[in-house]
């Protein structure tokens, strides 16, 4: 499957947005449609398989898996994170991390780490070793 949609179109990004209200209890809820987690020219070929991990529930699975490991590796003693570092620390795939970051963001999971914005006014993220350094949200509960 191909790389996580890093900008959002403004249909998909109101999306994003109710996606994020509705997903914070339960990390497990499947709020994404395909055209969420492909590339809007990607071959339909893409579509179809993000459809069919959605519907088997693999998508669920390994966002589970990556919470997981983001809650034993690093939720518990506060630290920022890559998904470099998760995948050195977990043992999980480096690929299957950052394809899953950005869903556990718009459930409102984690959040990346914003230094700055450019002059045509797109934020600057923080980066270590070439990734987005990435923050856990936590709850108000």
Same mark, same amino acid.
């Given at each position: 499957m191909s790389h996580e949609v890093s900008q959002f179109s403004n249909e998909? /990004?109101?999306?994003?947005? /109710?996606?994020r209200n509705i997903g914070r209890g339960n990390a497990t809820e499947t709020l994404y449609q395909p055209k969420l987690i492909c590339h809007k020219n990607d071959h339909e070929t893409s579509f179809a398989a993000a459809e069919k991990m959605i519907k088997s529930g693999a998508l /669920? +699975?390994?966002?589970?898996?990556? =919470?997981?490991?983001?809650?034993q590796f690093y939720y518990r003693r506060g630290f920022n994170f890559t998904? +470099?570092?998760?995948?050195?620390?977990s043992g999980l795939d480096?690929?299957?991390?950052?394809?899953? =970051?950005?869903?556990l963001c718009l459930k409102g999971k984690i959040d990346r780490i914003k230094i700055g914005v450019k002059p045509d006014g797109n934020p600057v993220y923080k980066k270590r070793d070439g990734c987005c350094v990435w923050r856990i949200v936590r709850s108000k509960s």
């Open positions: 998909q /990004n109101d999306i994003a947005l /109710n996606s /669920n +699975k390994q966002e589970q898996e990556v =919470l997981g490991a983001i809650d998904a +470099k570092g998760l995948s050195h620390w480096y690929h299957i991390i950052q394809r899953r =970051l950005s869903g």
